[in-house]
């Protein structure tokens, strides 16, 4: 009886062990019973009955990468690209993901390459280089609505690479080239043409304060004429007015001043050597008595006066 009765609990011990799971994180079991769905078992530890429940599906619930294949696209221009892809999705509804389609990765990947060929086909060469943000949205919306049933919830569609043929690949480079080297072209006389204008307009103020500084000259020159002749006029008047009140004396004591003044020139030239007079020695001697005559005049005049 011992004996049986420790086969009893070992048969139970080890019927209990087989009804133990034990669910990874990020990971959600689905359990059938009788081949039925009735639980998805989240992670951590649960106790299914044996022989009647098990395990159908172990889902990833954590946010997956598919890698669409390379393709070839014909465009809207009918030029053929080369094209590869990648798909982020997340399982929300494990039970959905396991039981609404029979697999759930290869039905991803068709569903993204058929609208991939949709998408590019309905684009010009050009558009499907400059309008990958485009080609991505539109994949996304249109994806992810498709795939909702399944439980699954696609988070991004990315392009990877957009391979077009050498020979178009060849002539967009000529054509890169030939625009860079048209805006160069454009730059340098832009460059050229604001130096030239720059130029011009020193060229411009340089005779505009020229012709200003040559007005001031002018405007100085017949100033300081002006001023001479006034000062000359003044001159003469005085002169008029000494020999109108002193009659001949005056004028020749002005007419012996520069004389004398002349001969005291000459007699200092650093060129000269030898002085010869035009006139005679007894005119130069009665110039300077006269000279005399006149400043006794005029100091006998002045000592009358006091």
Not at 40 to 47: C, E, F, M
Not at 79 to 87: H, I, L, N, S
Not at 219 to 245: H, L, P, Q, W
Request: hydrophobic share 45%; no cysteine; charged share 25%.
């Amino acid at each position: 009886m011992g004996g049986v009765l420790l086969a009893l609990v070992g048969v139970v011990f080890i019927f209990l062990l087989m009804g133990v799971r034990v669910v990874r994180q990020g990971y959600v079991y689905t359990i059938e019973r009788l081949g039925k769905f009735t639980l998805a078992a989240t992670p951590g530890l649960h106790v299914i009955v044996p022989f009647v429940d098990r395990v159908g599906h172990k889902v990833n619930m954590m946010e997956q990468v598919l890698d669409i294949p390379g393709q070839e696209i014909i465009t809207k221009d009918n030029a053929m690209v080369g094209v590869d892809a990648v798909v982020f999705f997340q399982v929300l509804d494990a039970g959905k993901a396991a039981y609404e389609v029979s697999n759930l990765y290869i039905a991803i990947m068709q569903l993204t390459t058929t609208n991939l060929r949709t998408v590019m086909g309905s684009m010009d060469l050009d558009e499907t280089l400059s309008k990958r943000d485009e080609i991505n949205a539109r994949l996304l919306v249109v994806v992810d609505h498709a795939t909702a049933p399944w439980g699954v919830k696609i988070t991004r569609v990315e392009i990877k690479d957009i391979r077009p043929p050498a020979d178009i690949s060849n002539a967009m480079a000529r054509q890169m080239k030939a625009e860079r080297e048209k805006r160069a072209q454009i730059l340098e006389a832009e460059g050229l043409r604001a130096s030239e204008i720059l130029r011009a307009e020193g060229e411009k103020q340089a005779q505009i304060l020229s012709a200003e500084g040559r007005r001031e000259a002018a405007f100085r020159d017949a100033e300081a004429r002006e001023r001479s002749a006034a000062a000359e006029a003044e001159a003469t008047r005085v002169v008029s007015e000494a020999i109108a009140g002193s009659g001949s004396q005056a004028l020749n004591y002005f007419i012996a001043q520069k004389y004398t003044d002349a001969v005291a020139g000459f007699a200092t030239s650093p060129n000269a050597k030898t002085i010869l007079f035009p006139v005679e020695a007894t005119q130069l001697i009665g110039t300077v008595g006269g000279i005399g005559e006149l400043v006794k005049d005029a100091l006998g005049g002045a000592e009358g006066k006091k």
